[in-house]
């Protein structure tokens, strides 16, 4: 059963602004394992790295209800890439998190699609 989908659409050059003017941002946003990964990348990789680790951390408390905060925190989340390049995307969450992340010249976005288990499913469900 869908739980919750969440949708987030980050600016290249607005995280480049941001990234510039506050560069613990990294730390603040990125694992020390996600962290370790950013550190190998340069130029417009390492942006799109960090925009599309940024934007997959959004898109999951979209698609939980929360947003960022006391219950779910940055660190909370962790977007690591199998052998074969697709993202994995582990948090607090009992089900499945499906996670896509893109980039353009401009943009880099993530979507994420949270799914319960239908053993995990109570007809009571509530979210708010």
Sequence with gaps: MIFGIGLDLVELERMQQT???QPRIVQRVLTKREQERFETLSGVRSLEYLAGRFA???AFVKALG???GSDVSWLDLEVLNEASGRPVMTGPFEGIIHLS???SDQYAAAQVLLEKRSSDV???VDRN
Excluded: P, Q
Aim: no cysteine; aromatic share 0%.
């Design 101 to 103: 992340i893109t980039h």
């Design 66 to 68: 929360t947003g960022i």
């Design 56 to 58: 997959a951390k959004e």
């Design 19 to 21: 990234l510039l003017r």
């Design 122 to 124: 109570s007809t009571n």
